[in-house]
């Protein structure tokens, strides 16, 4: 059993997870990461699961979608998730992670499971032996990116991300700002820059005209939407941001008494806290901009930047018309995806559909029948989002919400908290009647083999 080959391209959130669902239930992995021999545009770690964008993994509220799927994982034995709460730092109701801490956590693991193997060097070809699963992310080599869009049969499609920029925690003028939650829990999470009307309406106009990073002419800017620039934002309208990212509700600047116009929110980076990020301020203005414009927000007048903010590029394929259930290719069936190329958003589904492609393929090499989680569950919509509706032309990235799950049936009109709570406790009945019956079969299967 120890000896059949399964291969990884990429060590990010979903090449980890595959890798550890495989290896501890006794299977030999190689995983291949290019890192530190050749980084992508958005890396500078040679650590796994490196996080570029957000250090936020989401809600922990026991009735949130987010929160769900986190407990789905978790039974699954999450890698990803065991090493976040280690790194944890304050960020409210949200799961913030020191980033560095826990890419150190997560490559620690990695590199001393004893059924793991790990080569340092970028895989530009698809092995031709044993189980190949690519998990190389948004940031795919052009080298891979080539042999990925020829075995599909079509063109590879694509998104800009963008990222916010990190602050200098000691360079803050704290005389100007305030901790304070949204939602009155944990009021040292967060720290706000309130403004008054006139700043915000300066604020606004001063990004409206920034010089921009220009996108390539051959290069659609297709953004997520849960991650748009601030500058898309504002072309929406001088209000878009007061009613985004920086609105003030549930705010109290204990100077003024009153409630600001405005605020810029700044999120802890790491524990102890010696740098914070712009909360929502993702980005594809010129750096110098981005300096000038964002210096004029209180209390960051004399603020150094750690990190600007900026755009790349997000590869991910048409995954309804390409893969199965089980995300191996339709075509080639021993070749598997995983993370955010399969049309996934955020870095816990990239993570859980990397578990996925592990157990199926461990249930593969067990000689068991697929069995995808009822539709009801997190694990269970996410897949079918992503492998159903083949004709779907408009296929776009995808991250856990309510409305993937199926509604509730001959119930009477209630309340939205209390809905989404009994969709909650549907889907922990659904899943843990499934896993159950499944980490049987897995365990039966093993000790007559």
């Known amino acids: 059993m120890k000896q059949t080959k399964v291969n990884i391209i990429g060590a990010g959130m979903a090449g980890v997870e595959a890798a550890m669902m495989i290896a501890k239930h006794g299977f030999n992995v190689r995983l291949f990461e290019m890192k530190p021999k050749k980084f992508s545009p958005a890396h500078k770690s040679p650590n796994f699961a490196e996080i570029v964008c957000s250090n936020s993994f989401g809600s922990l509220d026991e009735y949130t979608a987010p929160a769900l799927l986190k407990d789905e994982m978790n039974q699954f034995g999450s890698v990803i998730l065991s090493q976040a ?16 801490k826990f890419s150190a956590l997560v490559t620690s693991v990695i590199a001393n499971h004893p059924h793991i193997e790990i080569v340092r060097e970028e895989c530009a070809t698809i092995p031709d032996d044993g189980y190949v699963v690519i998990a190389t992310g948004p940031m795919t080599s052009d080298a891979l990116s080539s042999q990925v869009a020829k075995l599909i049969g079509n063109e590879t499609l694509y998104f800009y991300d963008s990222i916010s920029p990190i602050v ?66 504002v072309d929406r309208g001088l209000q878009t941001l007061a009613f985004g990212p920086m609105k003030p509700v549930g705010l109290t600047d204990p100077k003024t008494g009153k409630t600001p116009y405005a605020v810029v929110q700044l999120r802890r980076e790491n524990m102890p806290t010696t740098m914070y990020n712009l909360v929502g301020f993702q980005t594809r203005m010129k750096w110098g901009e981005q300096k000038r414009i964002f210096s004029t927000i209180p209390g960051l007048e004399r603020v150094e930047f750690i990190r ?128 159950h019956e499944r980490k049987e079969a897995i365990q039966n299967t093993k000790q007559t083999s």
């Open 308 to 435: 600007m903010g900026s755009m790349h590029r997000n590869t991910y394929i048409h995954s309804p018309s390409t893969l199965k259930e089980d995300l191996a290719l339709k075509t080639q069936d021993r070749i598997f995806f995983a993370g955010q190329l399969t049309g996934v958003e955020g870095y816990v589904e990239s993570a859980a559909m990397g578990q996925w492609v592990g157990l199926c393929i461990v249930q593969r090499l067990l000689g068991l029948d697929l069995r995808v989680p009822p539709p009801d569950t997190a694990f269970g919509a996410l897949i079918r989002v992503i492998t159903s509706n083949p004709l779907q032309s408009d296929f776009s990235p995808m991250n856990i919400n309510f409305g993937i799950l199926p509604p509730l049936e001959n119930t009477p009109r209630m309340k939205k908290k209390d809905r989404r709570k009994k969709m909650v406790e549907r889907a922990q009945s659904s899943f843990k009647a499934w896993w």
């Open 85 to 100: 709460m280690e790194a944890r730092v304050p960020a409210g109701r949200a799961l913030g992670v020191d980033r560095e």
């Open 168 to 233: 200098d925690a000691a360079t803050i003028d704290m005389d100007q700002v305030f901790y304070g939650s949204r939602y009155e829990m944990d009021q040292k999470d967060y720290l706000n820059c309130p403004m008054t009307k006139e700043q915000y309406d300066i604020f606004v106009s001063e990004i409206k005209n920034a010089q921009k990073v220009e996108v390539r002419d051959f290069e659609e800017l297709k953004c997520f939407e849960g991650c748009q620039p601030i500058e898309n934002l």
